[in-house]
């Protein structure tokens, strides 16, 4: 028989009765008992007629907008939850602590036994993943329109930001009396740049210590003053797109936190004025030029008439990207993988310029479009993105520079900046911007690889093969060295069956070329087919220049200026197309440069400007990298 249930007066928690919703969507009541009632149930259920699932009956009840009035109705939501929790894996104890925690960010009127143990579940919950997916599916059944929702994502939401900042190292009693304070630094990413500035420079933790006042809220820097982290909410939001801080005035109005002033109206793309994120003591600068001397092998150095005071730093983070990455047969294709450069410009007194080649989300929204090859406007943004980012080993390279080249570096940044340059994933990337800074510098990098020749180069390595690698490699290296008449200190008399030996190598070199040709020439238009597919055939309108007055940096020498890869159906025959601008040769020339560090992420970022010391970990990540992308790849 079907009672109509009027939640309002019925009270659950009082009776022995189940809750069913109709066809046409209302609730009744089930008092039935016995084995025949059990049949009816699923004969109903069976047949739609009757609906027995929670969620669906506690939808009901977030309809109802009058709910609160009632306690009966309030107490009949209680019960129903707890029920749908208890379906979810969560036991009644846990659900209780669920909803103190609810009452504490809540702000509900709580006593001091109650916040303690809200407290302590949330830190619980924070490194719990299983009951946070427990919670989550709870969150889900309820509904988004449930009030109860919205308290469980706030749980969860604690949960996590509890999890970010222990994952710093941070005190949890700043978080735990300042929650606001501390969504808001993490949310905004801001705590990050703080931490991050904290562990560049030995006076980075006075410079960007986080402050407390009477209330007992946080204090951060804005502006070269110190306001509550708080506060700042009412003001600004965190763009996700741009990934910066807008001004909910004006939200083309874009801040960031650079050094030494915190909190700044400056947007990392389009600020008129290229400006340094950070600054050095003098005693900093001896030690990074010191460290940075080790570029050049002793007596070595290119004469100078200018002393090298300034330094420029390239730097890399590269990840294993492959499950099994080190596998014998695919560890050069994880190695082959595109890697971020980015580029440091330090002057001699010290002011630090950090830079890599970005793009503007309205650019980014033609490559989501066209292809990951789509040509693009780009240009040398403020602040690296990965600057504060973690990383598996980040591999520095610093090189003493005059400061006339530093100065023409800087003016060859703020040329890109105020001009159309274009970005391609492929050809003209963060690893050219790299390059063409470092020729400004007077050093040569060659980081161009032929589209064929990479689909090569991924291959499977028999160098890195564990029982053969290493005799396989020698025996190339002789190859190498025959076919390029480098055959040591032989005997006068030896020479000439050497040189037989060269030229029959020789000889066999040109019929292989001879006889690869057509395939080469296949394999070229196999690789422009697969930029093709990938975008190379689309391109954004090439932007106006954003300083009157200025022409493209087409024939500007440089970077180059132009509409896409592929313009019309010759270019799918021509080796250029397929040709990349890519990270593996810029990291393995940094591995062999006397110069490069490698910076270990620990439990905080830190931009890793200075000459790390050098641990353990560190050697064995460099050990570890050298056989990667040097032993691997035949090089020595």
């Known amino acids: 028989m079907s009672i109509p249930f009027d939640m309002k007066s019925d009270d659950l928690t009082s009776m022995n009765a189940l809750v069913y919703q109709g066809k046409n969507g209302e609730l009744f009541l089930d008092r039935e008992t016995g084995f025949l009632a059990c049949v009816g149930r699923f004969f109903y259920k069976l047949c739609g007629f009757r609906d027995y699932h929670l969620d669906k009956i506690v939808s009901c009840f977030a309809k109802q907008t009058d709910i609160a009035s009632s306690p009966i109705a309030t107490n009949n939501l209680a019960f129903l939850c707890g029920k749908l929790a208890k379906g979810c894996g969560i036991d009644d104890d846990t659900y209780k602590k669920v909803l103190t925690a609810e009452k504490l960010l809540r702000k509900d009127p709580i006593d001091a036994m109650q916040r303690v143990a809200a407290e302590s579940f949330l830190s619980q919950l924070s490194t719990d993943s299983s009951l946070q997916k427990q919670l989550g599916s709870f969150q889900a059944k309820l509904g988004k329109d449930l009030p109860e929702a919205r308290d469980v994502q706030s749980v969860l939401e604690r949960a996590q930001l509890t999890s970010r900042w222990s994952e710093l190292g941070l005190n949890p009693t700043l978080f735990n009396n300042d929650y606001e304070g501390a969504k808001f630094l993490i949310k905004t990413r801001v705590i990050y ?71 700044v109206c400056v947007d990392r793309w389009l600020h008129p004025e290229f400006i340094p994120v950070e600054k050095l003591s003098e005693k900093e600068m001896v030690d990074l030029r010191a460290h940075a001397q080790q570029f050049y092998p002793e007596g070595k150095a290119p004469y100078s008439e200018l002393p090298r005071d300034a330094v420029i730093q390239i730097f890399t983070n590269p990840r294993k990207q492959l499950p099994l990455g080190d596998f014998p047969l695919i560890t050069r294709l994880d190695a082959s993988f595109p890697v971020h450069a980015a580029i440091r410009i330090i002057t001699s007194d010290g002011q630090v310029y950090s830079t890599g080649f970005g793009s503007t989300v309205e650019e980014d929204k033609y490559t989501e479009e066209g292809g990951m090859l789509t040509t693009i406007n780009g240009m040398p943004t403020i602040l690296d993105y990965e600057e504060f980012r973690k990383h598996e080993g980040r591999v520095v390279t610093s090189i003493p520079i005059t400061t006339e080249a530093c100065t023409k570096v800087l003016d060859k940044m703020i040329e890109y900046r105020q001009k159309t340059i274009r970005f391609n994933l492929a050809k003209q990337n963060c690893v050219q911007l790299a390059v063409d800074a470092l020729d400004e510098t007077g050093v040569k990098v060659n980081t161009i690889i032929k589209g064929k020749d990479f689909m090569r180069a991924i291959g499977p390595s028999s160098e890195a093969l564990p029982a053969v690698g290493e005799t396989v490699g020698k025996m190339k290296k002789t190859i ?34 001879a006889i690869a040709y057509l395939p080469s020439k296949l394999a070229t238009l196999f690789s422009n087919v697969l930029v093709y597919t990938l975008g190379g055939a689309a391109g954004s309108p090439i932007a106006e220049t954003k300083t009157e007055g200025a022409e493209l940096l087409e024939n500007s020498g440089g970077l180059e200026s132009f509409s896409k890869l592929i313009r019309n159906p010759l270019d799918l025959f021509n080796e250029d197309t397929s040709t990349l601008s890519h990270a593996l040769p810029l990291i393995q020339w940094q591995l062999q440069q006397g110069s490069t560090a490698i910076h270990m992420y620990g439990k905080q970022p830190a931009m890793g400007i200075l000459p790390p010391p050098v641990t353990e970990e560190s050697e064995a990540k460099k050990k570890y990298l050298v056989q990667k992308y040097l032993t691997n790849f035949g090089i020595v």
């Open 480 to 513: 190498k060295n025959i076919t390029e008449g480098e055959f040591g200190n032989i005997p006068p008399e030896l020479k000439i069956v050497a040189r037989l030996v060269q030229a029959v190598f020789l000889v066999g070199l040109s019929l292989e070329e």
């Open 193 to 263: 740049s703080i931490i991050g500035y904290q562990n560049s420079t030995a006076d980075g933790p006075s410079k960007h210590e986080i402050k407390v006042d009477d209330q007992n809220r946080m204090m951060i820097k804005k502006e070269g003053s110190y306001v509550a982290a708080a506060d700042l909410e009412k003001d600004f939001t965190f763009d996700k797109e741009w990934q910066e801080i807008a001004s909910k005035a004006d939200k083309k109005e874009r801040w960031n936190y650079f050094s030494p002033d915190g909190l």
